[in-house]
């Protein structure tokens, strides 16, 4: 069965569904109070469990891990238990199940993490549609720890140096089996951190296609509440950095001198050269400190270019170059700030530049430049949209805006489509804010134009000298908080379709909705109410009497309806239109009953619809059925027999 263009078009359907082969390998080390959330997400997958080969490697466990698998193996045909002395690390358990598995690809998971239901089942899919060597799922953080990447766009095929994928060298996806194979590529053994990174790094940069499946949170990563995540752990960061050394010199080798090895550098410095300067190494008397800077030194004077020292924020940037330059003092300082304390606020430079609040800026006696400090182009606009609701045909939006350490003396939100953007002003205090967008005086004090508008919000800080002085000004796109999709913002007042007043120029359905990938919030103002139709929840039924009338009975939500619209029942054919006499009986929610009592109608089979006129907009909404085994898809149809007596309606077709 081949895959369909839209990958998250159909659900999985178990049994039905074909599946490749996939390997799930869980080393297991004293991790027995997380197992049943581990091991049960893969039992718990929709992908049928006859293409799903789960081999668990008890890594010397004594913690009762060995006997809860024996058991799960007896109930689990699908289980292997593997069981070998306690190795150091998570890289010889791994190795040990992968030369077990015989699956088309293999997965790895972390005893303590867990999978979604259906991400398998995604997984495979997406590597057997691409002809993928690895699969990347989109992946969450729990329990205090943090994702390592964002993931939000499916794609066929990436590249490390074009998108997020290198930023997460860690084990935990898909790879064909016999893409490993072929290139040989197993974990380090007898490491507790790190021992995935030669992996990870070789296996991207020697894959022919990497996937990424966005469309759903595939891995949940825990952190453990005892704090035992090999990441937290005690180290000899002396040996830890001359490893990392072996490790980077066949990225090296692999990506000559240039944008794209310094662009992978970045991560390193990032995830693992830089990462022990913090309490690690202020944990340490000042010769363990200079030990440590020794043995980072060569790193930072083989890989740090001025292109990757430029990429680094400041507090990565003031370690890198205190530790090339031998500034024990002024690194120490620099991680004390940020560790024991916290750096003093931004400053902001006459030129409108921003410099961060580190130790010794501009201290004529240290030789720590200005650039080492600049944090202009990473002044990045924190802002929350809290609530949106509609009333009285006005867009009111609230939400929380500031730019950090630098606080927001004004704030608008732009209006954009196109070459056009629109301001309006927002009420602003305490880092909270208020807007209101009246579509009849959106466009500077005129009503807004059709068409599809994006909304985003601008914040000005400026500096001790007020509005004079000074400034720093940033945007950012609105986003809703919650994660629905367009299915449920129908049922959303703040999003379903609804009609709004724009003054002389008439009326206009409006609707929010969030863009794709990123759930951007836009404003769809419609004058001809095409694109997004008001009446999504219409439904009606017809009901006839011994007497031979019938009635029709329709309900609906009708968000910002005027007082003076009319509402009609219609019947319609190909080439027929018949409106009838309707009564309206409003209620609160914006809910709207109509009915019409039918005698007599011309023969034939006719379709039901309600028309709403208001002012100039006209628009003609189907009518579904409802009632009890109806779809809420199939239209609302009457029958109406030729020949009879005045032609009463004898039978009513649902």
């Known amino acids: 069965m081949s895959v369909p263009d839209d990958l998250a078009a159909a659900a999985p359907t178990g049994t039905d569904a074909p599946a490749p082969t996939v390997s799930v390998i869980v080393p297991v080390h004293n991790t027995r109070r997380y197992l049943d959330r581990s091991l049960g997400s893969v039992f718990a997958q929709t992908l049928d469990r006859r293409h799903i080969e789960v081999i668990a490697v008890d890594d010397g466990s004594t913690d009762g891990s060995a006997e809860w698998l024996a058991g799960q193996a007896r109930r689990h045909p699908q289980l292997t238990v593997l069981r070998q002395e306690a190795s150091g690390g998570p890289g010889k358990p791994r190795n040990a199940g992968l030369a077990h598995a015989t699956g088309d690809y293999v997965f790895f998971l972390d005893s303590d993490d867990r999978l979604d239901p259906e991400a398998l089942f995604w997984l495979t899919r997406t590597a057997q549609r691409y002809g993928s060597d690895i699969v990347y799922g989109r992946i969450a953080g729990a329990d205090g720890r943090a994702a390592p990447v964002d993931l939000r766009t499916t794609s066929a095929h990436v590249s490390v140096f074009d998108s997020p994928v290198y930023w997460s060298l860690a084990a935990y996806k898909l790879f064909r089996r016999s893409f490993l194979a072929r290139h040989q590529l197993r974990f380090v053994e007898g490491r507790l951190l790190g021992e995935d990174l030669p992996f990870g790094s070789t296996a991207l940069l020697r894959a022919e296609v990497v ?210 953007t629109h301001r309006i002003p927002a009420r602003a205090a305490d880092g909270a804010w208020r807007a209101a967008v009246d579509p009849a005086t959106a466009a500077d004090g005129a009503p807004l134009a059709d068409g599809v508008w994006g909304l985003k919000i601008a914040v000005t800080a400026h500096g001790p000298g007020g509005a004079a002085g000074p400034a720093v000004r940033r945007e950012a796109w609105l986003v809703p908080e919650d994660d629905m999709d367009d299915e449920d913002d129908e049922d959303d007042t703040g999003f379903a379709p609804r009609i709004v007043g724009r003054g002389p120029a008439g009326p206009a359905v409006a609707a929010l909705f969030r863009s794709r990938p990123h759930g951007h919030l836009h404003l769809d103002l419609d004058r001809d109410g095409v694109r997004r139709p008001l009446g999504g929840d219409l439904r009606g039924t017809a009901d006839c009497t011994r007497s031979g009338r019938a009635t029709l009975t329709a309900r609906l939500t009708l968000p910002g309806c005027p007082v003076d619209a009319e509402l009609r029942l219609i019947l319609y054919d190909a080439t027929r239109t018949v409106a009838l006499r309707t009564t309206v009986e409003p209620a609160a929610g914006d809910r709207y009953t109509v009915r019409s009592l039918l005698r007599s109608g011309p023969p034939g089979t006719w379709r039901v619809a309600l028309r709403v006129t208001a002012g100039p907009l006209r628009r003609e909404l189907p009518v579904r059925t409802a009632g009890r085994g109806a779809d809420g898809r199939t239209p609302l149809t009457l029958t109406v027999p030729g020949g009879s007596p005045a032609g009463l309606l004898r039978r009513a077709r649902r």
């Open 211 to 420: 996937s990424v499946f966005a469309e759903r949170t595939c891995y949940y990563l825990h952190g453990r509440d005892d704090n035992s995540n090999a990441s937290r752990q005690d180290t000899d960061w002396c040996e830890y950095l001359g490893y990392i050394g072996t490790v980077l010199d066949p990225v090296a080798a692999a990506v000559p001198p240039g944008e794209n090895r310094d662009k992978l550098m970045v991560r390193h410095f990032h995830g693992e050269i830089l990462m022990p300067f913090g309490a690690p190494y202020l944990a340490r008397d000042p010769a363990g400190r200079k030990a440590m800077t020794a043995a980072a030194r060569p790193l930072v004077e083989r890989y740090l270019t001025d292109r990757v020292l430029a990429a680094l924020p400041p507090r990565l940037r003031l370690r890198a170059h205190c530790v090339r330059a031998g500034l024990d003092d002024e690194l120490t300082a620099v991680v004390r700030a940020d560790t024991e304390n916290r750096p003093d606020p931004p400053h902001l430079d006459d030129d409108g530049r921003v410099y961060a609040g580190y130790p010794y800026f501009r201290d004529p006696r240290r030789a720590l430049p200005d650039t080492c400090y600049d944090l202009t182009d990473r002044v990045v606009l924190r802002q929350r949209l809290i609530r949106q609701r509609w009333a009285g045909g006005v867009l009111h939006l609230q939400g929380t805006a500031a730019l950090p350490w630098l606080g927001g003396d004004t704030v608008e939100i732009l209006l954009r489509r196109g070459g056009t």
